[in-house]
């Protein structure tokens, strides 16, 4: 499971830097918990170009993922790993100025995570709010569902050809996804 992060798990406040930021979107923990127990990794796949900009730096963000995590914890919900892309084309900071193949629409982080964790694209979902995320994901190869979140409403008909399914919130499309490996899982026995 590949889940976008700003708009989609936490409320999108633009270059969010700091954990006193971090706000969770209404019944997102929960979707995560009900995706923990389903067995299927979870992994947050983010852009962060603030970085690129200048306007927060990569331990920023750690610390950010850092208090997502405590909070999933205190709750009973896990984020397995976080991937992020922290360039942009017209960075600020050098460093972070390239044309790289992980900021989304490209599919890198997706791939990079297959890699590492030894994944079946083609079984995994991705859920974002943007069109970029529809994107990405159909690029990697997985079903695409958007959320109404974040500039889920805004980006709505940008993504109509993308995605294959469209959900009021992150708690509604894990409904969905809990619907697809149950029919999944029925067909293998
Ligand atoms: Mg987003
Ligand atoms: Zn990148």
């Not at 890198?108 to 297959?114: D, H, K, Q, R």
């Not at 500039?151 to 992150?170: F, M, N, P, Q, S």
Request: aromatic share 8%; net charge negative; charged share 20%.
């Amino acid at each position: 499971m590949f889940l976008d992060r700003d708009g989609t798990i936490n409320v999108d406040v633009d270059y969010l830097s700091s954990p006193e930021g971090v706000e969770f979107i209404p019944g997102s923990i929960d979707a995560i918990r009900e995706l923990n127990a389903l067995g299927v990794n979870v992994f947050v796949i983010t852009n962060q170009s603030g970085i690129a900009r200048g306007l927060l730096t990569e331990s920023d963000m750690h610390a950010v993922h850092g208090a997502m995590h405590a909070a999933m914890q205190r709750h009973g919900a896990r984020i397995d790993d976080f991937f992020f892309c922290p360039h942009h084309p017209d960075a600020v900071v050098e460093q972070y100025r390239k044309r790289c193949a992980c900021r989304k629409p490209a599919p890198g982080m997706l791939l990079e995570a297959a890699a590492k964790y030894e994944i079946n694209l083609q079984a995994s979902f991705m859920i974002g709010d943007k069109f970029v995320d529809m994107q990405a994901g159909k690029a990697a190869g997985t079903v695409c569902i958007q959320v109404c979140t974040g500039y889920g409403t805004a980006e709505r008909a940008a993504a109509e050809g993308t995605r294959d399914y469209i959900a009021d919130d992150l708690f509604g499309a894990v409904q969905i996804v809990k619907s697809i490996i149950h029919q999944r899982r029925q067909s293998y026995e």
